[in-house]
């Protein structure tokens, strides 16, 4: 898979009404939509961003503008301008090609104006597996983007057979949940964390208003020079080990994310350990095993063994680049299956989630999952993130989550959320037979979601988790 590249910009020159593909009746209307208001961001939602280098392969985008409070103006007429810098081209949403616009320094691009506060296009792969970056912008709006990767033409599609779809027996618990792994960075910073003018430990604090797990990434070797957290190691074993002891003292439970490198992994990046670059495969397999054994056993020294497991964060696709690229789906399903017996050296009975990014995104969902099902991986629970600003709307989200239940016989988890705090734990747990296992909120100790002000004053936001507790866990305590 070569590096990201500028291959070509396309676009159009006409300013078109672009006919949407959908209307503005939405189950989710009145906390999602506004009719006017200031625009503050582009979104822009591709339905799936792993596609075939065949130059026919095509996914739906669909973009919008939302205020601050990430609510979508359906009355907005904004003119966007896309580009394409990549294999690949955008076109109009029944295919036909689109007309060339060129700015002042030479950049081509892309121009339409919405229509209902919407427009759908179609993105269409080129001939070359390459890394494609999708940016949309209007005026000084915060611009919109994707990076879609496309594969080689070959690729083996695999789906799985009746008997790789057993039934799920692992008791999983219900979910309300917070990744807080920058903790320890803000407490360093000398902050601390009040509710009604007193101070609380943060920890307490969420458990307090209805938080029953934590979720914590940790990385292999932050501390390297070019890693997460440079000289400090931050999310690394040591930081692990004394946050699982608060989380085990307050009587919660923890979901530990394996980031299997040194720094962020999602799908922009998922790049190896410096410890393993010059691995070859069976020891790049054999070294992600016996890391994952040798980090729950230190867990499980210390009476904190995690009550549920992550194989990697946002990997749809995949992990340990360049080896463990989706493009190479044989090698990435060796490497989650080589994480799945590192966990199963410790404790058979632990829950394993595979966790893709994808919330409202059906198409690469299924991709991903029948691809990797098909191919031997063995896991107990699906993980989602969800970004309305990437991964669609919550009807979108809500429509994924039903066929994948159906699809996969596997409960589900949104543990990555943001935005639509009571509307995303409402989805999750509606869904029949009781599949669905909660949501893990990113980061709530941050001003920007809401529950805390800038001088870490808990506000009466909080209080909606009192609420999702009451509802849908206290019937099961």
Not at 120 to 148: C, M, N, Q, Y
Not at 333 to 351: F, I, Q, S, W
């Amino acid at each position: 898979m070569k590096l990201f590249k500028l291959i070509s910009f396309l676009g159009i020159a006409l300013l078109i009404q672009c006919n949407p593909l959908e209307t503005n009746t939405s189950e989710f209307a009145s906390v999602s939509r506004v009719e006017s208001g200031i625009p503050l961001s582009v979104m822009l939602t591709s339905y799936s961003t792993t596609l075939l280098a065949d130059g026919r392969d095509r996914t739906r985008l669909r973009i919008a503008v939302t205020d601050s409070s990430g609510r979508e103006i359906t009355s907005a007429t904004d003119s966007i301008h896309i580009t394409v810098a990549g294999d690949g081209k955008v076109t109009a949403a029944d295919g036909s090609d689109l007309v060339l616009r060129t700015d002042t320094s030479g950049k081509k691009y892309a121009e339409w104006q919405l229509v209902n506060g919407t427009c759908h296009l179609l993105f269409i792969a080129g001939t070359e597996p390459d890394r494609i970056k999708v940016e949309v912008r209007s005026g000084k709006l915060w611009p919109g983007s994707h990076e879609i990767h496309t594969l080689p033409a070959d690729l083996v599609m695999m789906k799985p057979e009746p008997d790789q779809l057993p039934p799920t027996t692992k008791p999983i618990d219900r979910m309300i949940g917070a990744d807080i792994s920058f903790l320890p960075q803000i407490e360093d910073q000398g902050k601390k964390f009040f509710e009604n003018g007193e101070e609380k430990d943060a920890i307490e604090l969420l458990r307090d208003h209805g938080f029953n797990y934590i979720r914590l990434r940790i990385f292999v070797n932050p501390e390297n020079e070019k890693g997460y957290s440079p000289g400090q190691g931050y999310c690394g074993l040591n930081y692990t080990l004394e946050m699982a002891r608060r989380i085990r003292d307050a009587g919660m439970k923890l979901l530990l994310d394996f980031h299997y490198s040194d720094y962020w992994a999602d799908p922009q990046q998922q790049y190896k350990p410096h410890a393993w670059t010059d691995l070859d495969f069976e020891t790049l397999k054999d070294s992600l095993k016996t890391y994952t054994t040798n980090v729950l056993l230190a867990l499980e020294q210390q009476g904190t063994l995690p009550a549920m497991i992550q194989i990697g964060n946002e990997i749809n696709h995949g992990i340990l680049w360049p080896d463990g690229h989706i493009s190479h789906p044989d090698q990435l399903a060796d490497l989650l299956k080589a994480g799945v017996e590192g966990v199963e050296a410790v404790d058979l009975n632990l829950p394993v989630m595979m966790h893709i990014a994808l919330g409202g995104q059906n198409d690469e969902a299924v991709f991903w999952l029948d691809n990797m099902i098909a191919r031997g991986v063995r896991f107990d629970i699906i993980g989602l993130s969800y970004y309305p600003r990437w991964h669609g709307t919550l009807d979108d989200l809500k429509s994924n989550l039903i066929d994948l239940r159906k699809r996969y016989n596997k409960p589900l988890n949104v543990v990555e959320y943001s935005d639509y705090k009571r509307e995303v734990h409402d989805i999750i747990f509606s869904l029949p037979d009781g599949m669905g296992k909660g949501a893990c909120i990113w980061e709530p100790l941050g001003w920007r979601s809401g529950l805390f002000d800038r001088n870490e004053q808990a506000t009466e936001l909080i209080s909606v988790y009192d609420k999702l507790k009451e509802k849908y866990l206290s019937a099961s305590e």
